[in-house]
Each structure stands twice: as structure tokens, then as C-alpha cells.
């Protein structure tokens, strides 16, 4: 038996990404699930694999602002499955803008997708889930939701997400659903990591205690341990995927650091002016 054996699945972002590889761990594991996306041809895509595998998917057009949108992705998952245990927020962007450049329309879309996107999934999804018998929403963060960030916007959305989150376990967890959040750090092959600045991925090995990057696969494993059982006497909680960089990054990048001033390597000195990031 899977851990998700009789279970329906809502992904946010599906098509692609971290989405995607939650959409094929949990058709594994024995769920249903319906792929929500504005990315159509891919998404479709996905749900012809998924299917030929024996899996039972179907894919929504769902632009996660949009209200109606949601409220048709639910009238289809309802079709479809006739009932939903999982809701994971997955869907995202970023406007790679500091407070000095940022637009008001480059953060109020940011907001939008980041934060009302997950409020609207929350109220759309979680009277079905009820119904349903109880079940798991998993909002997707970031570790730019646990400290400071050069994109000032996705940065401030990722922190609200975080509050969210707990919010809404608070005032879920009568109607049996729990409720946490998840934190990446870098994570290849999405499309946010396709459209970072040279050096960026260079320096965030070195400031990465395990040496590398995280996988797609593996943050949709801590989704499913979410989302599942495993996870049944947790609300409220973040759970960092990120190779142990904000625990003890920046003590191991000081100790480097150290060794090097003291061989000579580098001048000792105040920190530099930080220049723009992107």
C-alpha cells in the first residue's frame, strides 16, 4: 500500500518543477491528483504520462489569483474525484528586484501569486477538504521566508506564506486539517534556479554545508511526508530543505574566512558595500 492510497491531491504549480515531481511521487504513493497550472501544453503533458502509467490525473488551468479560477478547479476536482485531502501551494514567482528598483505592479503581482494565492487555495480547497474527512495543506516557502533576501518582494511574500501557515493551522485544525509550510533553498533544475545570475549557484555551494544542491525530488519527498500520515500530529511547522546553509552557513563561510586572512589570502578589513544582486 502507498502512503497516499484513496487520497485526492491538489498541486498548484504542478506542471513543472518542484510541482511535477510532487505530482509523480504522489500518483506513486497511491493518490489521485489534479494538476493546477497556467503552463497548459506542460501540464497536459504530464497528465498523458501520468495516465499511461495507470495513474488517475487530470489537469486544471488555474492562474492562483484568480478566484474563479479556483472555484473551477474545485468544481473539477469534486467532478472528477468527488472529494480532496491534499492542497499543496506550490505555484510562485519572483521579480529579482531590490526595495531600491521594485516597481508597485512588480510587487503587488508578486504579492498575488505568492500570498493571495495561497489565502484563495486555503478558502476554496479547505470546505471540500473538510467534507472529505480531514487532510493536509502544504504551502510552499522558502528559506527566503526565514531570513533576509536581495529580492525584497519575494522575500516579504515568502515570510507572509510563512505566516499564513500558521494562521491557518490555528484555525483549520477544527475541521482536521493540518496545515504547515516548506522551505527550500536552492534547488536545481526549476526555473527559478534557469534564471539566476552568473555566479549566483557558485556561491551558494560554498555557503551550503552539504557541497551541493537540493533536488526537485527531494523537497516533494518532505511534501509527502507532509501530506501523509507520517506527519499526522504536526500543524503549524516549517520545515528548511536547504542542506543545513541557514543553520551553519554562515559559521563554516566565517571559519573559511578566517583561515584565510590568517594565511595572508585575504586583506582583513570592514565589509564591502554590497553591490546590486541582480
Known amino acids: 500500500m502507498g502512503k497516499l492510497d484513496g487520497k485526492v491531491a491538489l498541486i498548484t504549480g504542478g506542471a513543472n518543477g518542484q510541482g511535477a515531481a510532487e505530482a509523480r511521487l504522489f500518483t506513486r504513493e497511491g493518490a489521485a491528483v489534479c494538476i493546477a497550472d497556467v503552463a497548459d501544453d506542460t501540464g497536459k503533458g504530464l497528465v498523458e504520462e501520468l495516465s499511461k502509467s495507470g495513474a488517475r490525473a487530470i489537469y486544471c488551468h488555474l492562474d492562483v489569483s484568480s478566484l474563479d479560477d479556483w472555484n473551477a478547479a474545485v468544481d473539477s476536482v469534486t ?4 472529494k480532496l485531502h491534499i492542497l499543496i501551494n506550490n505555484a510562485g514567482t519572483i521579480s529579482r528586484k531590490g526595495i531600491k528598483t521594485i516597481t508597485a505592479a512588480e510587487w503587488n503581482r508578486v504579492m498575488e501569486v505568492n500570498v493571495t494565492g ?7 480547497c479547505a470546505p471540500l477538504i473538510r467534507d472529505s474527512g480531514g487532510g493536509s495543506i502544504v504551502n510552499v516557502s522558502s528559506t527566503a521566508g526565514m531570513t533576509a533576501h536581495y529580492d525584497a518582494a519575494y522575500g516579504a511574500s515568502k515570510w507572509a506564506l510563512r505566516g499564513l501557515t500558521k494562521s491557518a493551522a490555528m484555525e483549520f485544525v477544527d475541521w482536521g486539517i493540518r496545515v504547515n509550510s ?8 526549476t526555473s527559478f534556479s534557469r534564471g539566476a545570475v552568473p555566479g549566483h549557484w ?7 554545508p552539504m557541497g551541493r544542491h537540493g533536488t526537485a525530488e527531494e523537497c516533494a519527498r518532505v511534501a509527502l511526508f ?6 499526522s500530529f504536526i500543524t ?12 551553519a552557513g554562515l559559521m563554516r563561510l566565517r571559519a573559511q574566512l578566517t583561515r584565510e586572512i590568517a594565511d595572508g589570502e585575504r586583506p582583513e578589513g570592514k565589509p564591502q558595500p554590497i553591490r546590486e544582486h541582480y
Request: glycine share 16%; net charge negative; charged share 10%.
Open 182 to 189: 516548506m522551505h527550500p533553498g536552492q534547488i536545481a533544475d
Open 202 to 208: 557558485g556561491a551558494n555551494w560554498l555557503v551550503t
Open 226 to 231: 507532509l501530506a501523509s500520515p507520517d506527519s
Open 79 to 82: 467532478t472528477a474525484f468527488g
Open 236 to 247: 503549524g511547522e516549517e520545515i528548511v530543505i536547504d542542506g543545513g546553509m541557514l543553520n
Open 118 to 124: 495561497p489565502l484563495l487555495g486555503i478558502q476554496s
